[in-house]
């Protein structure tokens, strides 16, 4: 590793530890040449995940993407952020544990709408309404009528 302050190479390790999430290890450092500390994270190199967009595109799932969606449904619901999070923090880990490299991006609006439906009602047609493009109200209606239809599991 080289030193940011003197570009020297060789250094020590003074300490080590696993950050509070638990996906990277923080390693305290001081260079040999000017002793100088300086802080590195050691993380797993995760492959990217490539999205199948419904015209044939590819686009590197952007988790970023995914939760700012999810928080546009779910606005002024009772809704905690945290709750999406570890839901998006799931849902990658899942589509990564596959070891697909490309995945139809369906699969990850299916996901999301899954669980909208499970957490509010309002929200699930508010991002149904833009993730199945619906035309006119005649679509909203058929929707809600599916909704009130199934009965819905609460976690």
Partial sequence: MKCPYC????????????TKEGNAVRRRRECLGCKHR??????LEALPLVLIKKDGRRETFDRTKVLVGMQKACQ????????LEEFVDELERELQETGEKEIPSSVVGERVMSKLHELDDVAYVRFASVYREF??????????????DVPRRRT
């Fill in 38 to 43: 300086f802080t590195t994270y050691e993380r």
């Fill in 135 to 148: 035309k006119d109200i005649n679509d909203f209606m058929s929707q809600l009528k599916n909704l009130l």
């Fill in 76 to 83: 002024k619901r009772n809704i905690s952020i945290n709750t």
């Fill in 7 to 18: 570009s020297e190479m060789e250094n020590k390790v003074i300490d080590s530890r696993m």
